[in-house]
């Protein structure tokens, strides 16, 4: 029987012995492999973990004790120690486990936390109410050293660093990518002499008697304060040679480390320290990314942060997805680059998921990847832009959420030309809520000067890319899904700036589709059409601002329907609909999208059926309301 099979709660591990351990990190490893080359997932974090993980819950009591996850995705080896190994076949589809924390899973997932740099943030925030309710409970953040990069991390330090009491231990989980090979020597050679350090700053003795000595030296006249003196240079000295981050201390954080977060049993006495301490600790730890499975190790890219469908021996992908929207915009953007050298890039720690490898090779020079920091990335653009630069913004959409003021107040205000380019807009499938890109063209339609493209193809991304380039008086904005590139579609006719995809004789039915969803909008009108009701199909790809010539469209038609891949609220189509009623036009529109609220995951096929964009459910409306219409106009003639 193996270990891993007996394990159905926290409660469990602490019964194991040093080696029982060793083994059981084993079959987590082989389990987190198999499962995941089945399901995809992030693969690599998880492997990262386990050891570090097994030590947390074996030092502290989930659920009693909450522990907090920097980007969630981090947390599958926490999952399988809480009981959810069975769930596993499941991961990240509908109805299934999630990828991130989940509270509906779990009493032991505190937070459904998905965006880095928030964990420390909610742990101070919990820490707090502990405090304040006389709660004996210890706050553990589990945070990444990329996720430190972000400034909400920082703020939240300068916090903790004055709280006092707070019974919070961070767990900086270093992934050994951003340390020399000097580094990484340095931190297993004090494995003994690092230890024992430790073990006397994390004592309240040491604390007290430091106190007074500094009293007594700086109140003891000239002579006590060169002894003062002396003193703090050679602590301070000690110090920063021996611990790598000296800036925690700094801050005034009591900081332990580093420690080798593979070693379970070197962890544990670190986690002991920092527990009984009484107050924040930092406790920092060395691990690698991807450990334990060699194609992984040898991923020089990413260390399969996230993989889809894979062979568990070979890592190789046994789903060859097709040519994307983001190949597309990295080869179109790096030509662009190649003729005018004032376009730079721009992204926070996703140079190669945004498509931005291909330029990086070929401009070194020109972009600037700041990690994981949003909204330095959008002011530092109109730095840029204000220099004479055309700075491109490439971000997953979910992401821009966090920097809308730099947009509104940093680039819109001051007219700059900044393009955003933003990837996973739309339904995103499996990551689920909080990585679906629905808002954006939502809170984008507030910034005023802002134009904003959803092309449907490969040929209007790359049209639209060199358009966007060429603003240099307000923001732009293209926006695409994370789909395969579709099969190209042309228009049968050009109506000012607005593309006709299908027309049909005497229409009554406008059909606007917006980016990935225009094939949905042309196979709508083609049912309209088999069913006798005239239908015409546009797409204005550039949504923002609504066009003249869409405007009399909607005009010359009795029912416009609107599709996109964005919330209905404040979307594309509800910007439609209110510049018509500016416009005294008073045909009805009806605005299809993503219904308010959070969408959970699942395949996009599936979570767009739920949400009625299916091409049968849109035709089915178009025909009853036109039905509809009918049998009123009937009822009216005849009363008259």
Known sequence: MSLLSRISGPEDLKRLSGDQL????????????????????????????VELTIAV????????????FDTGHQSYVHKILTGRQQGFATL??????????????????????SHASTSLSWADGLAKAFRLKGEDRYVVAIVGDGALTGGMAWEALNNIAVSGDERLVIVVNDNGRSYTPTVGGLATQLSGLGQQLSAIRTDRRYERLLRRIKDKARNGGLFGQMAYGLLHGFKTGVKDVLVPNGMFSDLGLKYVGPIDGHDIGAMELALHQARGFGGPVLVHCITEKGRGFR????????????????????GEALVKGGRTWTDAFGEELARIAATDDRVVAITAAMVHPTGLGRFAKLFPDRIFDVGIAEQHAVTAAAGLARGGMHPVVALYATFLNRAFDQVLMDVGLHRLGVTFVLDRAGLTGPDGPSHHGIWDASFLGLVPGLQLAAPRDEQRLDEALR??????????????????LPEPQPAVRRRGDVDVLLESNNPRVLVVGYGALCPVAVEVGSRLDQQGIGATVVDPVWALPVSGDLLGLVAAHDLVLTIEDNSVVGGLGARLSLEAKRAGIDTRIREFGISPGYVPQGSRSELLDEQGLSAQQLARFAIEAIARAEEAAQVTSSGL
């Open 467 to 484: 358009r966007a380039a060429a603003i240099d008086d307000g923001p732009s904005v293209i926006r695409f899904s994370k789909d395969s």
């Open 295 to 314: 194609a992984a190790e040898e991923n020089e890219q990413d260390r399969f942060h996230a993989v889809g469908v894979i062979d568990e021996e070979t």
């Open 57 to 68: 819950h074996r030092v502290f009591d989930s659920p009693r004790d909450a522990i907090i």
């Open 92 to 113: 990240r589809k509908r109805h299934g486990l999630s990828g991130y924390p989940q509270r509906s899973e779990s009493e032991h997932d505190w937070v459904e936390n």
């Open 22 to 49: 060793k083994q059981l990190a084993k079959e987590i490893r082989g389990f987190l492999i198999s499962s995941v080359s089945r399901t995809g997932g992030h693969l690599g974090p998880n492997l990262g973990v």
